[in-house]
């Protein structure tokens, strides 16, 4: 079983910046692709970046447009916690923060990817 634990959510003003962690457990044969979403009130969960974790692809990243030069996803050298960094937010970006992971790889870098495991999600609030 696959385990999620994010960090690193919070308040502050637009312009400014948060860096949320997301520290894995589990079979690594679960966690091909992991990626952050988010979740705006009434709203579904929308990818926002994600990582290809396996394959001669490794790495490789997608973000949606709204986010792309302002987010960047990362990981540690052991693959286990994947970060996000986040710059110039906007009070638009305010949503709860999940990260994701799964065994299907299927769309990670396409934006169409379904995770199988979530974590609890981080609030993220921007003020303007």
């Known amino acids: 079983q696959v385990r999620l634990v994010e960090s690193g959510g919070g308040s502050v003003q637009a312009g400014g910046s948060l860096k949320l962690s997301c520290v894995a457990s589990?079979?690594?044969?679960?966690?091909?692709?992991m990626g952050w979403f988010r979740q705006f009130p009434g709203m579904e969960r929308d990818g926002v970046a994600t990582?290809?974790?396996?394959?001669?692809?490794?790495?490789?990243?997608n973000y949606t447009d709204s986010v792309k030069g302002r987010f960047t996803i990362s990981q540690d050298n052991a693959g286990n916690t994947l970060y996000l960094q986040m710059n110039s937010l906007k009070p638009e970006d305010t949503a709860i923060y999940y990260c994701?992971?799964?065994?299907?790889?299927?769309?990670?870098?396409?934006?169409?990817?379904?995770?199988?495991?979530w974590g609890q999600g981080t609030q993220v609030t921007v003020s303007s």
């Open positions: 994701a992971t799964g065994r299907n790889w299927v769309g990670c870098t396409s934006g169409s990817w379904r995770p199988g495991y």
């Open positions: 589990g079979s690594i044969a679960d966690r091909n692709c």
């Open positions: 990582m290809l974790m396996t394959s001669s692809f490794r790495g490789r990243t």
